[in-house]
């Protein structure tokens, strides 16, 4: 009973703020919402996870370049939650997306062959399935709902309505529903960059990290390709995608370990690229 009085009160606060957020406009939303983030996050998660996570990702960092960091993480964090509310504006819109690669979804619709698209948490990563849907890719996604039983409901309205249509929840259950998608030629998509139960470690920064090896397994059952994809915020909050060369299982021997490897170099060199709009509050290192 006490978590759902939490929860509620959680769910109240959230949906406030969502309400002062369509009053105020996307534009000026994020302002305020980079700022009040700024301010408030810190105290609302563990400061020794995120220094933490940043002394696995480059022990020599500077204290400027961690409180950098920091503070951009803090300010997309902010951004990316009241742009929630305005996905079915942004949707509707093209002239805030610059795509790399795009030929490759061309590829894609050409072969009529469905690919695995994995990447991580950067700036608003649910812009990335969004504009793959946007350019007539069938496309599942696989999330992982909220505990929050009075705000799951909302955000998974929000992602099938504007995001995906189609969203399968991460666990054994949706193993089912991927081998299903797969076999009607949906693509799949995922991010593999949070802390993943009990699962195999890789090497993450030079440091093992528990790792999901669906990609690679999937990739190997129905010799699909993987295609890495990466997200950055621009200044003027217009957002670059990019679609990374494909990944063919063949030239990792239908090694699991080899193209989980590989799929963990790809999102170091992302991190690399862009560490300021990645969550690092995360104990992905445990």
């Known amino acids: 009973m006490k978590k759902k009085i939490n929860y509620f009160i959680q769910a109240f606060i959230i949906y406030f703020l969502f309400f002062i957020g369509r009053i105020l406009g996307l534009n000026l939303s994020r302002k305020f919402f980079a700022l009040l983030f700024r301010i408030v996050g810190p105290a609302l998660k563990s400061k020794k996870i995120i220094s933490q996570n940043l002394k696995n990702y ?140 009990e699962s195999d470690r890789y090497n993450f920064f030079d440091k093992l990290a528990h790792t999901t090896s669906l990609p690679a397994q999937l990739s190997i059952k129905f010799d699909l390709n993987v295609i890495p994809v990466f997200i950055r915020r621009e200044k003027d909050n217009k957002f670059t995608i990019k679609f990374y060369e494909k990944i063919n299982p063949k030239n990792f021997d239908y090694n699991k370990r080899k193209i989980t490897e590989k799929l963990n170099r790809v999102l170091e060199q992302m991190v690399i690229k862009n560490p300021n709009q990645w969550i690092w509050t995360h104990d992905r290192w445990k």
């Open 58 to 197: 480059n022990k020599n960092l500077s204290f400027v370049d961690e409180k950098k960091i920091i503070k951009g993480m803090w300010e997309n964090y902010g951004m990316t939650f009241i742009e929630y509310i305005f996905l079915n504006q942004i949707r509707k819109s093209s002239s805030h997306i610059n795509i790399e690669g795009k030929e490759l979804l061309f590829e894609i619709l050409r072969e009529k062959k469905p690919v695995i698209f994995i990447s991580g948490h950067f700036a608003n990563f649910e812009l990335m399935s969004m504009e793959i849907t946007k350019n007539n890719i069938p496309l599942a996604t696989i999330y992982r709902p909220l505990n929050n039983i009075f705000l799951n409901p909302f955000m998974e309205y929000l992602r099938k309505k504007y995001v995906c249509k189609y969203q399968i929840k991460k666990g054994l259950g949706g193993v089912k529903e991927i081998i299903n998608y797969i076999s009607k030629e949906y693509s799949i998509a995922l991010m593999i960059d949070q802390r993943v139960g």
